[in-house]
């Protein structure tokens, strides 16, 4: 079985035995499910995160786990892997952070257009 699976399969089976949590829905770890009790994140929270920049999939917030240090927070399409490279200390940072885009280019405006502006 694949990791990812393995995972998913291991924080749903934790959230069956623990019926209730306190901490549910503060992070996500590995495919939007919280890392504390396993239960499935709101979708509400996933809604603040927009689709990613390069292939237009679903994202989610990631927490990252090192020894010896403070938890980390980033954001990874579902999709093609893409990733915020920074750690950021909170869900809501890396979540900025993410959804900060570059401007797109503006579509050319008509003739009909910019004679209606002249107009005004």
């Known amino acids: 079985m694949p990791y990812a699976e393995l995972v998913v399969e291991a924080l749903r089976e934790k959230a069956e035995r623990e019926k209730g949590c306190d ?6 770890y590995d495919w939007n499910y919280c ?7 709101e979708e509400s929270r996933m ?10 999939g679903k994202a989610c917030i990631h927490k ?3 020894i010896g ?10 999709d093609c ?12 940072e890396a979540i900025t ?3 900060r885009r570059a401007q797109t280019k503006s579509k050319p405006i008509t003739l009909e257009e ?3 502006m002249d107009q005004d």
């Open 64 to 66: 990252y786990e090192f």
């Open 81 to 92: 892997c893409a990733e915020t490279r920074q750690f950021y200390d909170t869900p809501a």
């Open 97 to 99: 952070a993410w959804n």
């Open 114 to 116: 910019l004679r209606q």
């Open 47 to 56: 809604d603040k995160l927009l689709p990613c920049p390069f292939c237009g």
């Open 23 to 28: 901490q549910c829905n503060e992070y996500v």
């Open 69 to 78: 240090y403070s938890s980390t927070f980033g954001v990874v399409c579902l």
């Open 35 to 41: 890392g504390h009790c396993g239960k499935r994140l």
